[in-house]
């Protein structure tokens, strides 16, 4: 069984840093994409940022020049660091695997349970 544990959230100020993390542990050989969501109180989840196997990424508009993603193959990890933060960005993130490869046939998407992030002052 795979797992996805995210780490990092937490309330800062606007225009603040923070770093989150998601690990995902179990037999697993590899993950095609990983991904970072969100979901604001009262809205849909939506897509914040994107990561391929080899390193090739995508924002959405709202957070682009504000997030980088990245990712470590060898930890099965993905990272968002997320500066310059605005209320706007005030969600629940959770990261998101996709094509995750294990010793079974087959691939499999995970999710993550979900990490709160609050930008107030």
């Known amino acids: 069984q795979v797992q996805l544990v995210e780490s990092g959230g937490g309330v800062v100020q606007p225009g603040g840093s923070l770093r989150l993390s998601c690990a995902a542990s179990?037999?697993?050989?590899?993950?095609?994409?990983m991904n970072w969501y969100r979901q604001a109180p009262g809205k849909e989840r939506e897509l914040v940022a994107s990561i391929t196997r080899g390193g090739s990424t995508n924002y959405a508009d709202a957070v682009k020049g504000r997030f980088t993603i990245s990712r470590d193959n060898a930890k099965n990890t993905v990272y968002l660091q997320m500066n310059s933060l605005k209320p706007e960005d005030t969600a629940v993130y959770y990261c998101?695997?996709?094509?995750?490869?294990?010793?079974?046939?087959?691939?499999?998407?995970?999710w993550g349970q979900g990490t709160q992030v609050t930008v107030s002052s």
């Open positions: 179990g037999s697993i050989v590899s993950i095609n994409a």
């Open positions: 998101y695997a996709e094509g995750v490869r294990t010793v079974a046939p087959g691939t499999i998407n995970y």
